[in-house]
Each structure stands twice: as C-alpha cells, then as structure tokens.
C-alpha cells in the first residue's frame, strides 16, 4: 500500500520524465555551444596579446623619436653637427595582428556617449564680432580684386608667384576663394559661386588659410607698420578714401593694443607664446580680428605678410631661394621642422621624427613618407592644382602686375 506522500512523489517522478520525453535536452547543441565559446574567447584572448604586444611596441617608439627630438634640440643650441644616428630611421610599427572577434556575453558592449563637438565659429560670427567689438565692417571686393591686391603686395616685398600661387594652389586647391573658410565650398570646380556647403573644419580664411590664431599674430606683429601706411596713403587720394584709411589705421592699432594687454593678462604659469595667440583667436576680439582677412585694404596685407615671415625664416638660416612647396612645408610642420627636414641629414629619415604620434597619424600626406617624399607630395599637388581655374586667374593677376 502506498501513502499520500509517496504518490505525490511517484507523480512528480512521473511527469518529469514525460517532460524529458516530449520535450528532450540536445546534449550535443549545448556542446557545441560551450565549444564556440571557448574558442572565441581563445580568439579574443590572442587579439588582445597582439594588441598589448603591438601597444608596447609603438610607446617604445615615440618615446625615442621623443628622445632623439630633445637630443637634436641640445646639439642644434650648442652648435653641434647632426647626423642620422639623431633620428630614428625606421616607421612606425604597425599592428599585423588579428582583428578583434566578437563574442557574445565575453565583453559587454560599453554604451558609447555621444558628445555633440562644440560647432566651430564661422564667417558669420567674425564678421558679427568685428562689428560688435569694432563697430567694423570689413570692405568687399572681386575674386580678381583680391587676387590683384595680394599680388602687387607680394610682388612688393619679394615674394613671386611660384610662392604666393604655389600655397594657394594647395591651401584651396586652386579654387579659392578669398572668402572661403576651410570645410565649406562656397564655388565649384569651375570657381562658380554656389550654395554654401559642408561645415567648418577649422578657423582658417583665404588664400593662405590663416587661422584665427595665425590672424592675431600677423596683426600684432605688423598693425603698426600696416596703420603708418594707411595714414601715409591718406595723404594721395580723395577726402572719402583718406578717411576710410585713416579709420582702418586707427583700427589696426587698437588690435595690437587689444592683444598686448590680453597677452599681459595671460596667466604666468600657461605663458607660451603660441598658446596665448591661440587663446586670444577664441574670444570675440579674437575673431573680430579674423574678420580683417575679408577686407580688401588689410586682408591681403595678412595674408601675404604670413608667407613673409616664412621667407625671412629660411633666408636668415641660409636658404635664400625657396619654393610654394617648401614654404607650405614649413607653414604645415612649423618653421624650425621645416627647416631641418629640409636639411641633406633629414630627407630621407621618417616624417615620424618631427611629428607627435596624433599629429603624425591624423596627417595623411606627411604619414608613411620621409622628409623628402613629403616635400615632393607637396609639390605634385601644387603642380596638379596650378591648372585649376583659381590658380589660372591668380598667375593672370602676377602678369598683369608685371606688365604694367
């Protein structure tokens, strides 16, 4: 005889296997489930050792070109010779590993925060600033009007037109215009005037593509010398044109002053010279000043005035005659890299050496070349886009000048 309790028992027993008939485990699936675990986390496990490998690798390598960097600096201040075994003459390494597997459950997907980057200012709000600050509006003029301004100042402090032409060539590749800021067209190929498109890249304007920093350094070093020739040129033509210069001048002098007492009150312990002028770009003085660029009477002499500084640059250090391409190289590394990959010890040593890891894998055209195959990148894309139709109308201008 049975009790209660047993027959419970005896059911449950019952109905579990009934379950198991009807409803059987796959033994072999959840193997081969675990399997494919395994073995996909074999597979992470494999990246992530070549990626730590690979890691390592590439510290070790900035932090030489780091070491070298500062070593070529002290023998540069003590006057001593260079010689390749100052650089490092191999790339950098690169990753040749696996690529990462996904495995379900292994690493659980981080949920990404998307950060709206803060817009840019553009041509609007430096024009806005330039009449808020400066109660200024700069003075338009034609695409030939600008390009004939620039040219005869250019001409004027010797520059030529394989220099000016040769960055505009690259900076806009050969279209222009005098307005354009970088990342947004507002001409096509043809240098036909179309609905503004794109989004601001960055603060850079015109032929040169000055960034608002660039604009606040070319201004305080030259505004005054700019503003005693605008009062001299005052003193030749009409009584409407003399007072529109003389306002300019008194303008330029109030941006070198605006920028001086910003520098003063920049804080000690963040002094750099650069950094500061970068700094000032950022306020609404600093781009009021950007707004110069787009002035017929101050924007050519900024512009040009930029590639000057350049050419004094490589004339005091010996290089007296220099190309568009030499001079857009000093003008995208800086002037002191510039001149030392220029130097016969350099050119054929990585790009790597004068570029911080960033900068070098964030630059498409100076990454996997050396010194010397970057400077001739530089120039087969001068030379391709001189045949553009901006780059066309601007050697136009620099004959015109030299006609008349």
């Not at 016969?344 to 990585?350: D, E, I, K």
């Given at each position: 005889?049975?009790?209660?309790?047993?027959?419970?028992?005896?059911t449950?027993?019952?109905?579990?296997?009934?379950?198991?008939?009807?409803?059987?485990?796959?033994?072999?699936?959840?193997?081969?489930?675990?399997?494919?675990?395994?073995?996909?986390?074999?597979?992470?496990?494999?990246?992530n050792?070549?990626?730590?490998?690979?890691?390592?690798?590439?510290?070790?390598?900035?932090?030489?070109?780091?070491?070298?960097?500062?070593?070529?600096?002290?023998?540069?201040?003590?006057?001593?010779?260079?010689?390749?075994?100052?650089?490092?003459?191999?790339?950098?390494?690169?990753?040749?590993?696996?690529?990462?597997?996904?495995?379900?459950?292994?690493?659980?997907?981080?949920?990404?925060?998307?950060?709206?980057?803060?817009?840019?200012?553009?041509?609007?709000?430096?024009?806005?600033?330039?009449?808020?600050?400066y109660?200024?509006v700069?003075?338009?003029?034609?695409?030939?009007?600008?390009?004939?301004?620039?040219?005869?100042?250019?001409?004027?402090?010797?520059?030529?037109?394989?220099?000016?032409?040769?960055?505009?060539?690259l900076?806009?590749?050969?279209?222009?215009?005098?307005?354009?800021?970088s990342?947004?067209?507002?001409?096509?190929?043809?240098?036909?005037?179309?609905?503004a498109?794109?989004?601001?890249?960055?603060?850079?304007?015109?032929?040169?593509?000055?960034?608002?920093?660039?604009?606040?350094?070319?201004?305080?070093?030259?505004?005054?010398?700019?503003?005693?020739?605008?009062?001299?040129?005052?003193k030749?033509?009409?009584?409407?044109r003399?007072?529109?210069?003389?306002?300019?001048a008194?303008?330029?002098?109030?941006?070198?002053?605006?920028?001086?007492?910003?520098?003063?009150?920049?804080?000690?312990?963040?002094?750099n010279?650069?950094?500061?002028f970068?700094?000032?770009?950022?306020?609404s003085?600093?781009?009021?000043?950007?707004?110069?660029?787009?002035?017929i009477?101050?924007g050519?002499?900024?512009?040009?005035?930029?590639?000057?500084?350049?050419?004094?640059?490589?004339?005091?250090?010996?290089?007296?005659?220099?190309?568009?391409?030499?001079?857009?190289?000093?003008n995208?590394?800086?002037?002191?890299?510039?001149?030392?990959?220029?130097?016969?010890?350099?050119?054929?040593?990585?790009?790597?050496?004068?570029?911080?890891?960033?900068?070098?894998?964030?630059?498409?055209?100076?990454?996997?070349?050396?010194?010397?195959q970057?400077?001739?990148?530089?120039?087969?894309?001068?030379?391709?886009?001189?045949?553009?139709?901006?780059?066309?109308?601007?050697?136009?201008?620099?004959?015109?000048?030299?006609?008349?």
């Amino acid at each position: 005889m049975i009790s209660g309790s047993s027959k419970i028992t005896v059911t449950v027993q019952l109905a579990a296997i009934s379950l198991i008939t009807f409803f059987p485990v796959n033994s072999s699936d959840a193997q081969s489930n675990t399997q494919a675990k395994s073995s996909c986390e074999l597979r992470l496990e494999a990246y992530n050792k070549k990626r730590r490998e690979h890691s390592r690798q590439s510290a070790n390598y900035w932090n030489l070109v780091k070491k070298k960097r500062a070593e070529r600096r002290k023998k540069v201040r003590a006057n001593i010779e260079l010689s390749r075994n100052d650089y490092v003459l191999t790339f950098p390494p690169e990753y040749k590993g696996p690529k990462k597997p996904k495995c379900p459950g292994l690493e659980p997907d981080k949920p990404v925060k998307k950060v709206k980057p803060k817009p840019l200012p553009t041509v609007s709000n430096f024009l806005r600033s330039a009449k808020s600050e400066y109660g200024f509006v700069p003075k338009p003029t034609t695409e030939m009007g600008y390009k004939i301004a620039v040219a005869r100042e250019a001409v004027s402090v010797g520059l030529n037109a394989d220099q000016i032409v040769g960055v505009f060539a690259l900076e806009t590749g050969g279209i222009g215009p005098y307005n354009r800021q970088s990342g947004i067209f507002i001409t096509n190929q043809n240098c036909k005037p179309i609905k503004a498109k794109g989004r601001a890249a960055s603060t850079a304007l015109g032929y040169v593509q000055l960034l608002a920093a660039n604009s606040a350094v070319v201004a305080y070093y030259n505004g005054r010398k700019f503003a005693e020739r605008f009062e001299q040129m005052s003193k030749t033509v009409g009584p409407a044109r003399a007072k529109e210069l003389r306002r300019k001048a008194n303008l330029l002098r109030k941006v070198v002053r605006d920028i001086g007492a910003y520098r003063s009150s920049y804080p000690k312990s963040k002094r750099n010279n650069w950094r500061e002028f970068v700094s000032f770009g950022n306020t609404s003085k600093g781009k009021a000043v950007h707004a110069l660029n787009l002035d017929i009477d101050i924007g050519p002499l900024l512009q040009v005035h930029k590639l000057l500084k350049i050419k004094q640059v490589a004339n005091r250090k010996g290089y007296t005659q220099v190309s568009g391409a030499q001079i857009e190289l000093m003008n995208l590394v800086g002037y002191g890299r510039g001149l030392e990959m220029m130097r016969p010890v350099a050119r054929n040593v990585p790009t790597s050496n004068f570029f911080s890891s960033g900068g070098y894998f964030r630059n498409p055209v100076a990454k996997d070349r050396t010194s010397e195959q970057l400077l001739d990148r530089l120039d087969s894309i001068i030379q391709r886009n001189m045949k553009k139709c901006g780059s066309i109308e601007f050697l136009q201008a620099f004959d015109a000048l030299v006609q008349r």
